[in-house]
């Protein structure tokens, strides 16, 4: 006699929707986009197919066929001409540059889409990292680049973005931020942290997207070590203690385990962020007929709701919240 038979909960349908411990849904997901100058524009990425980068009346139209699929948040990304990209990301705070404009015409086209914005000076920067380059020495240099993230964040804000992401991973960010846009009259405005950001190969394509790869060595200084798990709950301590509203890991698919041991140990909502890398490895091997892309998808997202996660920033977003309308 065998008394426990698992399989019982397996044998249709039915009993499995019933027994289901994670749902994902539209109201899971946050679609990245990516924005450049002109008009009319729609500039595919190579390594990220399906991605494109958007003119802004097009972003607009994006924005919109999101909402009607009932996506709740975008986060965008803006990728900038060379000529507009110096040391201290001067352009990250022009309140009358390409990403404010973005964010101020989206919002107005779709008042109730949730929109999210970086905060890094790497799109914006000519050596293309996240904080300022001490010429000297090479080193990114932690506290001066704060008051550069405070003045793009209250530059954002005040274009109409609902949450502000930082994802410099320099010291101290959330609290200096929160502070800056509390002074300004931002208290409603949000923060979602990168709290637990790993140096990842994984971020290849979106560079590639922005074309905000650094100029010399890599972000090993600031992002953190891939090798390293308690530094994450280190990060989400002093995240939530420093005024965060939501908290994120990224990347997502290697770090499954990051995410499980943030929701342990904190009470605030936890984003994942699915990677460009992610992406495209999926999306080439299903290219190939390798893989089926549509079932690793709906794994891929489902497996960061079992993890722990209450959000998912994802490429995948259009097609995931396609198929689950349909
Ligand atoms: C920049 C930033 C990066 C990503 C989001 N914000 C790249 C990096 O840190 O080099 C990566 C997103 C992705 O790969 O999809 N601060």
């Avoid at 500039?43 to 999101?66: A, C, H, N, T, Y």
């Avoid at 404009?101 to 799109?123: G, Q």
Wanted: some cysteine.
């Amino acid at each position: 006699m065998m008394i426990s038979r698992p399989r019982r909960n397996r044998y249709r349908e039915g009993i499995r929707k019933l027994v289901r411990e994670n749902t994902l849904t539209v109201n899971d997901l946050i679609a990245p986009l990516f924005v450049i100058d002109g008009k009319n524009q729609n500039i595919p990425v190579d390594s990220m197919p399906g991605q494109s980068r958007f003119s802004i009346d097009l972003l607009v139209k994006e924005v919109k066929e999101l909402e009607a699929l009932g996506i709740p948040c975008v986060s965008l990304f803006p990728a900038l001409d060379d000529s507009l990209k110096d040391s201290m990301a001067s352009e990250s705070f022009n309140d009358d540059g390409l990403f404010q404009r973005a964010i101020s015409e989206v919002k107005s086209a779709c008042p109730d889409m949730i929109i999210m914005s970086d905060v890094a000076m790497d799109p914006y920067s000519s050596d293309g990292h996240d904080g300022i380059v001490d010429p000297k020495t090479g080193e990114i240099l932690n506290d001066e680049t704060l008051e550069i993230l405070a003045k793009m964040s209250i530059s954002q804000a005040k274009a109409g973005s609902d949450i502000i992401g930082p994802s410099d991973m320099m010291d101290g960010r959330v609290a200096y931020i929160r502070d800056a846009l509390d002074m300004e009259g931002f208290s409603k405005t949000s923060i979602m942290s990168y709290s637990a950001k790993y140096a990842s190969a994984f971020y290849g394509p979106f560079r590639d997207a922005l074309d905000s790869a650094p100029k010399s060595g890599d972000k090993l200084t600031y992002q953190m070590d891939y090798a390293n798990k308690r530094e994450a709950v280190r990060e989400t301590h002093m995240d939530e203690f420093e005024g965060a509203d939501i908290l994120m890991v990224k990347p997502g698919l290697c770090y499954l385990d990051v995410i499980a041991k943030m929701r342990e140990h904190t009470t605030l909502p936890v984003a994942a962020y699915n990677v460009s890398g992610e992406y495209a490895m999926v999306k080439a091997a299903a290219e190939k007929g390798w893989v089926d892309g549509e079932k690793i998808m709906m794994e891929m997202l489902t497996s960061f709701k079992r993890a722990g996660s209450d959000m998912i920033l994802t490429y995948f977003a259009k097609d995931a919240a396609k198929l689950l309308n349909s």
